[in-house]
């Protein structure tokens, strides 16, 4: 059994269709999918149609942009109902956030002497929801400024970059209630990456956010090395955490993160259901159900 719970369609910052990403786990052996695109649930139907085309089983996700003690962490919130009032609303105005972003990171790259334009990430970003640097990071390899999304993260668009600019986020502590209050469960996407500033998420932080609501960590997980994953894997049986591990696919828009090169394991797949059956039930929202084939 192979699960993979974490990927990107190009309704976010992925490169394939909702449908696409379904029929490659398909036909590379997943037999169960989380599609978390960032902030947005418009990649679901689509994607359900497919899985229950092919067989693969589907666990409707969102990857949420938080904020938690002033740093940026990411949280996975799996079977939510997207009609949940609170909830729709605060995805719209992250999503809101990110597009304002744009037109203010474009001119500070003008201002840097690159010529670029909405038209030219426009060109470069597919059907997504929101065009956000990953797009502006393709948009700058096409006019050749640079070599990859890497540097174009590592020379202009990173938080140290020159055209780097600061946008909304949701409270972490409070998304994880309105996850709850929309019938879903909250994990902790890669809590440890390098590449964020993690110092709030130690063993104090994470049990805040268990009382908080929170039902798991992201362990297995490209951005974590072996030690980060076995010292975070502790951490989450102590704290009797669900356990998951992912691929973070992003079709070819993120080298190294191929479908299926982390997975979580059944049981704690299981318990990760179990929890959001409770949480359906406690909230009285009409959640999306798990796809089965
Ligand atoms: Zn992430
Ligand atoms: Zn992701």
Redesign the pocket.
């Known amino acids: 059994m192979r699960i993979d719970l974490?990927t990107?369609s190009d309704r976010s910052d992925g490169t394939e269709s909702p449908a696409a990403l379904v029929r490659r786990a398909h036909d590379e052996g997943i037999d169960v999918l989380g599609l978390?695109d960032?902030d947005t649930t418009e990649g679901w139907d689509e994607a359900a149609q497919e899985a229950a085309r092919t067989g693969v089983t589907l666990v409707r996700g969102i990857?949420v942009s938080c904020t938690f003690a002033g740093s940026g962490v990411?949280l996975l919130a799996y079977l939510p109902d997207p009609t949940h009032p609170g909830l729709a609303a605060e995805l719209q105005r992250v999503l809101d956030g990110r597009n304002s972003r744009l037109p203010a990171t474009l001119e500070r790259l003008r201002a840097l002497g690159i010529e670029i334009d909405v038209h030219d990430v426009r060109a470069v970003a597919g059907e997504t929801a929101a065009m956000g640097r990953p797009h502006v990071a393709d948009a700058l390899v096409a006019l050749g400024v640079v070599a990859d999304r890497n540097e174009a993260f590592d020379r202009y668009l990173g938080p140290q970059g020159p055209g780097y600019v600061h946008r909304y986020a949701a409270d972490l502590e409070t998304m994880i209630g309105t996850v709850a209050d929309a019938g879903g469960v909250s994990v902790l996407?890669h809590p440890w990456a390098s590449r964020h500033d993690h110092s709030a998420l130690d063993e104090r932080g994470i049990r805040l956010l268990r009382d908080t609501g929170l039902s798991g960590v992201e362990v297995d997980h490209e951005d974590h090395d072996e030690p980060t994953r076995a010292e975070l894997r502790a951490l989450a049986e102590r704290l009797d955490l669900v356990v998951t591990g992912a691929s973070?696919h992003?079709g070819t828009g993120k080298v190294a993160h191929d479908l299926g090169c982390n997975t979580t394991a059944v049981g704690q797949l299981d318990r990760l259901l179990e929890l959001a059956t409770k949480a359906a039930a406690a909230s009285g929202r009409a959640t999306p159900a798990v796809v089965h084939p």
């Open positions: 974490h990107h978390t960032h990857e990411h996407a973070d992003h």
